[in-house]
Nanobody
Framework: QVQLVESGGGLVQAGGSLRLSCAASGRTFSSIGWFRQAPGKEREFIARINWNGGSTSYADSVKGRFTISRDNANNTVYLQMNSMKPEDTAVYSC????????????????WGQGTQVAVSS
């Protein structure tokens, strides 16, 4: 059984930084993705990292500001968020990739409960 638990969310001022963590348990030898969902909006792909950390991908909206990494020894994936903007406000969730397009949420079969991120202007 796979379990994903996010942490690290909170309130930050525009231009500030946060680091989210996704602690995984179970068989997680696959890519991990981060998604976010703002109120009234669809879930949005943010970033993904392959099983050994050798390949990463980002949405254009966060490229150059966010960095995804993983520490397999501690079964944790991180999302470092810098130069944050009010439009980054959302619930952020990590998920375990199954198959299909990595930018598409149905391609992931296990999800964490999410962590709230709010960026004030």
């Amino acid at each position: 059984q796979v379990q994903l638990v996010e942490s690290g969310g909170g309130l930050v001022q525009a231009g500030g930084s946060l680091r989210l963590s996704c602690a995984a348990s179970g068989r997680t030898f696959s890519s991990i993705g981060w998604f976010r969902q703002a109120p009234g909006k669809e879930r949005e792909f943010i970033a993904r990292i392959n099983w050994n950390g050798g390949s990463t991908s980002y949405a254009d909206s966060v490229k150059g500001r966010f960095t995804i990494s993983r520490d397999n020894a501690n079964n944790t994936v991180y999302l470092q968020m810098n130069s944050m903007k009010p439009e980054d406000t959302a619930v952020y969730s990590c998920a375990l990739y199954n198959f299909g397009s990595y930018k598409w949420s149905p391609s992931y079969n296990y999800w964490g409960q999410g962590t709230q991120v709010a960026v004030s202007s």
